[in-house]
């Protein structure tokens, strides 16, 4: 409720302003979004907290290989990715985050920050508390909600049909339980096992390339044969080989 009144408040100050300066209509200020609302145009050379978040959400369209840094520094990487995600939904692709990009991130995004097709409970069916793996669990949130929105690209890329996670975060006891690696990215929250249909373990294995992760395991790789999986490690990996990866 207090979140709601603060959230009218900020809009209603943001109006205000917008009728003294006049500057309102550029950065879709108006728009009161449960989970985070962007106050100003964003292009390359702007730094921030709202940079960071643009980031977080543009994860999924650095371009094949790549990884976007979520540094709170608008670069030439940002520019990339926010030109391929205008692409991807019929946008302007002028690189420069406004009223239309931001719509179209208010309209993607839960009043949780999640993306509309994932969520946390979806990324986590080890416990609720996020607890127990090898980051704080703070850090596997923050990371899980990253991974997240580099699958919301991955399923939007594939036609947007719908992507079946069958496992995300591990605490040790979960991990140990499915006998996991005792290295393996579910403890960092940043992994995602993704079953088959409607698309083939192989189609989602090689699309991934192209959204974020370092880590992408598949058919062929042991283990594997039943799902793909995609993480954030620290250097990529990919090893798919009956998909010819
Ligand atoms: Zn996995």
Redesign the pocket.
């Given at each position: 409720m207090l979140r709601r009144t603060m959230r009218l408040l900020a809009t209603f100050v943001m109006l205000l302003s917008g009728i003294t300066v006049g500057t309102l209509a550029t950065a879709g200020t108006a728009h009161a979004d449960g989970c985070y609302t962007w106050s100003r145009s964003l292009s390359q050379g702007a730094t921030g907290a709202d940079v960071t978040e643009l980031q977080i959400r543009l994860g999924g369209y650095p371009g094949y290989g790549a990884v976007l840094a979520v540094d709170g520094s608008f670069g030439p990487a940002t520019t990339a990715a926010l030109k391929r995600f205008q692409s991807a939904y019929g946008l302007t692709s002028d690189g420069v985050a406004g009223t239309g990009t931001y719509n179209q991130l208010y309209a993607l995004q839960d009043d949780d920050c999640t993306p509309v097709h994932f969520s946390y409970s979806e990324l986590n069916d080890c416990n609720t508390t996020w607890s127990g793996g090898a980051v704080t669990a703070a850090t596997a949130k923050s990371n899980a909600l990253r991974t997240m929105w580099k699958l919301e690209a991955l399923r939007h890329a594939l036609g947007d049909q719908p992507i079946t996670v069958t496992?995300g975060f591990r605490s040790q006891t979960c991990n140990a339980a499915v006998g996991?690696a005792s290295d393996?990215?579910?403890l960092y929250g940043d992994?995602?096992?993704l079953g088959a249909g409607p698309h083939s373990l192989c189609t989602l294995a090689q699309q991934a390339r192209n959204h974020g992760f370092r880590g992408i395991?598949g058919p062929g790789y042991p283990g594997?044969n039943d799902?793909t999986?995609?993480?954030h490690r620290a250097a990529q990996y990919w090893s798919a080989p009956t998909c010819g990866i």
């Open positions: 496992s996991g393996s990215r579910h992994a995602a096992d395991l594997h799902h999986h995609l993480d």
